[in-house]
């Protein structure tokens, strides 16, 4: 059973730099991508970005500018950081595992991705 | 258009059928998949694909895409199943992205 546990700081001041980590127990690291989900308080869920275990990544163009997503394959641990946060950035991160497939029985195949193991979410609070 | 769109609310009686529905360009590319979350908990995965759904979850909960709408129909709702509900895919540049989340009340 694969579980992802994650942690951070989770009191930043405005200009700081978020950074959290998220480490994969019980399964492969190096065959899936890894990503990064936020959540505001009281609001909806926003995707940061995915990597897999060579360092490929791809990152939600509103926040590409200040996001940088790393891994550690010798620990299977992925990394987020953000910089200059601001209270707008206040949030709970999730870790999440990516899946990827195809749907082969129509034509042309359709392909279709999802979340399937999630952390337990770190909430970071930017204030000053 | 990288939006996904949700009705921000519904109600159900208990036992009786919900569906909910998301709707989005980029569906029309890709399978959508539907995500459960109860207040101070992490999102759970309801059903992925055409109409696959995890180990564990009820089968009450099943998916369908039909052009640019993935549907997440809760068929005899129960009252364990009042939560929001987050519809993802990709955009057309790639990109995940979620919908704005139906929150669903069992009355």
């Known amino acids: 059973q694969v579980q992802l546990q994650q942690w951070g700081a989770g009191l930043l001041k405005p200009s700081e730099t978020l950074s959290l980590t998220c480490a994969v127990y019980?399964?492969?690291?190096?065959?899936?991508?890894w990503t990064w989900i936020r959540q505001p308080p009281g609001k909806g869920l926003e995707s940061i970005g995915e990597i897999n275990h060579s360092g490929t990544t791809t990152y939600n163009p509103s926040l590409k500018s200040r996001v940088t997503m790393s891994v550690d394959t010798s620990k299977n641990q992925f990394s987020l950081k953000l910089t200059s946060v601001t209270a707008a950035d206040t949030a709970v991160y999730y870790c999440a595992r990516v899946r990827g497939k195809w749907d082969v029985a129509v034509v042309p195949a359709v392909p279709y991705w999802y979340f399937d193991v999630w952390g337990r979410g770190t909430l970071v609070t930017v204030s000053s | 258009s990288s939006e996904l769109t949700q009705d921000p609310a519904v109600s159900v009686v208990l036992g009786q059928t919900v569906r909910i529905t998301c709707q989005g360009d980029?569906?029309?590319?890709?399978?959508g998949c539907w995500y459960q979350q109860k207040p101070g908990q992490a999102p759970v995965l309801v059903t992925y694909?055409?109409?696959d759904r995890p180990s564990g979850i009820p089968d009450r909960f099943s998916g369908s895409m039909s052009g640019n709408t993935a549907s997440l129909t809760i068929t005899g709702a129960q009252a364990e199943d009042e939560a929001d509900y987050y519809c993802n895919s990709r955009d057309n540049s790639g990109h995940y992205v979620f919908g704005p989340g139906t929150k669903v009340t069992v009355l």
């Open positions: 694909g055409k109409n």
């Open positions: 980029s569906l029309r590319r890709y399978y």
């Open positions: 019980g399964g492969s690291f190096s065959d899936y991508y």
